[in-house]
C-alpha cells in the first residue's frame, strides 16, 4: 500500500512539475477580443496590430519575456504603410534572436525557420519586437 501512494504521489508531483515548464498560449479571434485585456500596452503584443487583426495567437515565456505569436489582418494597405515606418533587419539577424530562444518552445504554427527568407517575407523590428510580414498573404509573424 505504501509502494502505491509512493508512486502517486510521485505521478502528481511529475504532472506539476510538467506543467509548470509549458508556455502558455493564447488565442483571440479578434482585435475586439484582445483589446478587452492591457497586452498591448503591457508590451505583450507589438503595437503595430489594429482593429482589423484576426485569428490572434501568441505563446510566451513569463521569465524570459520571450515569445511568439501571429495574426491575420484585412486592410493590406494599411499595414503595408505602417511597416515602411521601421526599419529593415537582416535575415541573420532575424534567425540569430529565433535561435536564441530556448523557451517557449518554437510553436508549429509560426513560420518554419526554413522558410523565412526575403523574398516571400518583409523583415522590420519594431521595439523589441521582430515582425515577419507575408508579402503574397495578409499574415504577421512576431517574436521577441
Not at 22 to 31: C, G, L, Q, R
Not at 53 to 78: C, P, V
Not at 126 to 141: G, P, Q, S, T
Request: charged share 25%.
Amino acid at each position: 500500500m505504501i509502494g502505491i501512494i509512493k508512486t502517486i504521489t510521485l505521478l502528481i508531483i511529475l504532472f506539476f512539475l510538467y506543467s509548470c515548464n509549458e508556455s502558455p498560449h493564447i488565442d483571440f479571434h479578434s482585435y475586439q477580443e484582445l483589446s478587452e485585456y492591457d497586452f498591448i500596452k503591457n508590451g505583450w503584443f507589438p503595437e503595430i496590430l489594429r482593429d482589423d487583426a484576426y485569428m490572434i495567437q501568441e505563446t510566451f515565456d513569463y521569465t524570459s519575456k520571450h515569445l511568439f505569436g501571429r495574426f491575420d489582418f484585412k486592410n493590406r494597405s494599411n499595414y503595408d504603410s505602417i511597416i515602411q515606418t521601421y526599419p529593415l533587419i537582416e535575415l541573420d539577424s532575424l534567425i540569430n534572436q529565433i535561435e536564441k530562444i530556448n523557451i517557449p518552445a518554437y510553436p508549429d504554427w509560426f513560420v518554419p525557420k526554413e522558410n523565412i527568407n526575403k523574398s516571400n517575407f518583409i523583415l522590420v523590428k519594431e521595439n523589441d519586437f521582430y515582425i515577419i510580414m507575408e508579402r503574397k498573404a495578409n499574415r504577421i509573424y512576431f517574436l521577441r
